[in-house]
């Protein structure tokens, strides 16, 4: 969903495909899901009760045995961690400017999207069972961008805060490291 195309034109959203895998996933959700997670307090002895919170998977539906039990995380959650990739590459990579503004693009699309698919999302779970719908939430806004997209600050905190956090898992676009690298050679006549 993060489509690299051009060289000129270093990344861009396919918002399309984003939405209709989104339209995908809740249309599963409802077929698919079997169980809901239920919160309960119970009591570890009869003597003293201190209520211990516990999270149970009840059936939503018969479920033969050795089946998968199968319970939706939330098309939030899966945009989230798509969102987290464009931001770490922003983040850590030291991407180009037309690169920076694509991927802040791309973050900003996929909390486009997030709204856009609530009511939907609510409704596939309330029909499945799986969670009330209430617990249906878009994706938080990430703050404006801009100190992460236009400052080369070294003592930029909240730049600093994200590359720790985003150290280990990133991959930086192998064409932006090596770009210099890789001039062609001058043919031989």
Same mark, same amino acid.
């Given at each position: 969903m993060l489509t690299s195309w051009h060289s000129r034109v270093p990344l861009a959203a396919d918002v399309e495909r984003i939405e209709r895998v989104v339209r995908a996933y809740i249309a599963r959700i409802? +077929?698919?899901?079997?169980? /809901?997670?239920?919160? /309960?307090?119970?009591?570890? +002895? *009869? *003597?003293a009760c201190d209520p211990v919170p516990r999270v149970f998977a009840v059936a939503t539906r018969p479920i033969p045995a050795g089946a998968e039990l199968r319970y939706t995380y939330g098309v939030e959650w899966w945009l989230a961690q798509?969102?987290?990739a464009a931001l770490a590459q922003l983040v850590t990579c030291r991407p180009s400017p037309a690169r920076a503004a694509a991927l802040a693009? &791309?973050?900003r699309s996929i909390e486009r999207v997030s709204v856009e698919a609530l009511d939907a999302q609510a409704k =596939?779970?309330?029909l =499945?069972?799986?969670?009330?719908? =209430?617990? &249906?939430?878009p994706l938080e806004p990430l703050p404006p961008l801009d100190d992460l997209l236009y400052v080369d600050d070294e003592e930029n905190w909240r730049r600093a805060i994200l590359q720790e956090e985003f150290a280990s898992a990133v991959e930086c676009p192998v064409e932006d490291m090596y /770009?210099?690298?890789? &001039?062609a050679a001058p043919s031989e006549a």
């Open positions: 409802e +077929t698919r899901n079997n169980v /809901a997670l239920c919160q /309960a307090e119970m009591c570890e +002895t *009869d *003597d798509l969102r987290r693009s &791309v973050i =596939a779970v309330g =499945a069972g799986s969670m009330p719908r =209430a617990f &249906v939430s /770009a210099q690298e890789f &001039v």
